[in-house]
Every structure is written in structure tokens, then in C-alpha cells.
T-cell receptor
Framework: DSGVTQTPKHLITATGQRVTLRCSPRSGDLSVYWYQQSLDQGLQFLIQYYNGEERAKGNILERFSAQQFPDLHSELNLSSLELGDSALYFC???????????FGPGTRLTVL | KNEVEQSPQNLTAQEGEFITINCSYSVGISALHWLQQHPGGGIVSLFMLSSGKKKHGRLIATINIQEKHSSLHITASHPRDSAVYICAARRGSQGNLIFGKGTKLSVKP
């Protein structure tokens, strides 16, 4: 158990819908990262937050947004969902930017 | 060409064999991570290294910065080592990672 929690574990929804994925980092970790793992693209970095502020952006679609709250938990919002958004979404956390990352168990999103 | 390349893509070994997985990267990095992903999907961080060599139990990771190459070795492999091993490069001062496509390892008893 890495200490990073993600909810929900599984999510099945329809095209056009909006969902929110939640991540609680390990106690004491200030940095949160979101990654997407799809069958065709593999693991890709989406976005990073540090102590509530956005620090880096990767291949994140405009339909996706995220934030990190004062209690350091983070949410990833996915809207206008498409079939291609079906993937595993991982959150990871680290104490500081650039230190070892610990991964959550992931949220498996299925868009029908 | 991907910025992080792994080989082999698939690897089957007999229990007890010495295993090597290779990772080459084409960008400047601040650190190289090795991750393990089990069939259930969970990802575990094995190593983070920026130079030299690290060892944890039967796992050894090395990196050669000049050659932009890293290796993950597993000694005395066991069926429970069966997983996908992923190398990931961290660029610059930000923590975000660029991932290889993974090596699927299957260790037969």
C-alpha cells in the first residue's frame, strides 16, 4: 500500500458525460501528479500540482481540468467524454517536486 | 522515435534465471525511475536514480549518464517477479515523467 488513495476504483459512464476522479496523496506529500494509461498510448503525464498550484502540464486535453485543494487532495475532471478517454487514470504523490513518486491504485474509466 | 525506449518488449524466463531489462533515453534527464506494474494494474516505484547503481533485495538498477542508458537486473528470478517493468525519465526540475512502453516479464516455475 503506497499510502495514496484514489476513488472511485471503477467508473462506467456514457459518451458526453462528465466525471470527477479524486486523489488523496500520502501524508506529508505536497506534490500530486496525474497520469493516463491507455492501451495504445501507454502511460502519459497529464498535469502536476505542488501545494495547490499547477506546476507542469503534459498531454492534457482541454476537456480535462484538475485542481489541488488546501487539504492537498486533488481532483481530475473529465468532461464531454469520448470513447477514447477510456483508460486507467493514476495519481501519484511526492514530498517535493522531483523526489520519488508513489502511485495510487488507479481509477479505471470506461466510456460506453 | 520515443524519447524513452525499452527492450525487450516481452521476456520469458525460467525461475532462477538472471534477467536484464534495458532502457535508453534520448533527452537530458535529472533522474531515471524504474516502476513495476502488476497484472491487477497497480504501479510500484522500484528505484529512482541519477547516477551509479542501486540495489534492493534481488533487484539492481544501474545508469550510465554519458551513454543515456539504464538497466534493471533481477537475480534469481521468481514467478512472483512476473509483471510489466517500466522505465521513466524525469526531465529538468519538474517531477513529471516520460515513460517507456514497458517490458512484460513472465517467469515460469
Amino acid at each position: 500500500d503506497s499510502g495514496v488513495t484514489q476513488t472511485p476504483k471503477h467508473l462506467i459512464t456514457a459518451t458526453g458525460q462528465r466525471v470527477t476522479l479524486r486523489c488523496s496523496p500520502r501524508s506529508g506529500d505536497l506534490s500530486v501528479y496525474w497520469y493516463q494509461q491507455s492501451l495504445d498510448q501507454g502511460l502519459q503525464f497529464l498535469i502536476q500540482y505542488y501545494n495547490g498550484e499547477e506546476r507542469a502540464k503534459g498531454n492534457i486535453l482541454e476537456r480535462f481540468s484538475a485542481q489541488q485543494f488546501p487539504d492537498l487532495h486533488s481532483e481530475l475532471n473529465l468532461s464531454s467524454l469520448e470513447l477514447g478517454d477510456s483508460a486507467l487514470y493514476f495519481c501519484a504523490s511526492s514530498v517535493l517536486v522531483g523526489t520519488e513518486q508513489f502511485f495510487g491504485p488507479g481509477t479505471r474509466l470506461t466510456v460506453l | 522515435k520515443n524519447e524513452v525506449e525499452q527492450s525487450p518488449q516481452n521476456l520469458t524466463a525460467q525461475e532462477g534465471e538472471f534477467i536484464t531489462i534495458n532502457c535508453s533515453y534520448s533527452v537530458g534527464i535529472s533522474a531515471l525511475h524504474w516502476l513495476q506494474q502488476h497484472p491487477g494494474g497497480g504501479i510500484v516505484s522500484l528505484f529512482m536514480l541519477s547516477s551509479g547503481k542501486k540495489k534492493h533485495g534481488r533487484l539492481i538498477a544501474t545508469i550510465n549518464i554519458q551513454e543515456k542508458h539504464s538497466s534493471l537486473h533481477i537475480t534469481a528470478s521468481h514467478p512472483r517477479d512476473s509483471a510489466v517493468y517500466i522505465c521513466a525519465a524525469r526531465r529538468g526540475s519538474q517531477g513529471n515523467l516520460i515513460f517507456g512502453k514497458g517490458t512484460k516479464l513472465s517467469v515460469k516455475p
